[in-house]
Nanobody
Framework: QVQLVESGGGLVQAGGSLRLSCAASGRTFRRYVVGWFRQAPGKEREFVASISWSDGRTSYVDSVKGRFTISRDNAKNTGYLQMNSLKPEDTALYYC????????????????WGQGTQVTVSS
């Protein structure tokens, strides 16, 4: 069992930065793929980024490539999403997710989810 708790969301102006954190419980965290999804009001949930546990492989949705960076610190049982050059269209509730299997699409259904942290980008 893995429990995930996100933090780091907030209100920022366009062009600004935020770093989201995903703190995980469970000693096997290092063996899970960690990722982020987001959902804006009235829109479908969208895959944002993921990182493997073994070789550091990453995947990003095209709209955040070059602006967002996903990382993890297995010693701290924590995953991160560094978000730079934020745009109003990045406004959403951001969820951390984890699974023993690789995931990298909107249709993915990771086994474990956090409660979400709100990111609001003003123009």
């Amino acid at each position: 069992q893995v429990q995930l708790v996100e933090s780091g969301g907030g209100l920022v102006q366009a062009g600004g930065s935020l770093r989201l954190s995903c703190a995980a419980s469970g000693r096997t965290f290092r063996r899970y793929v960690v990722g982020w999804f987001r959902q804006a009001p009235g829109k479908e949930r969208e895959f944002v980024a993921s990182i493997s546990w073994s070789d550091g492989r990453t995947s990003y949705v095209d709209s955040v490539k070059g602006r967002f960076t996903i990382s993890r610190d297995n010693a701290k049982n924590t995953g991160y999403l560094q978000m730079n050059s934020l745009k109003p269209e990045d406004t959403a509730l951001y969820y951390c997710a984890a699974d023993s299997r690789w995931f990298a699409s909107d249709e993915s259904e990771p086994d474990y989810w956090g409660q979400g942290t709100q990111v609001t980008v003003s123009s």
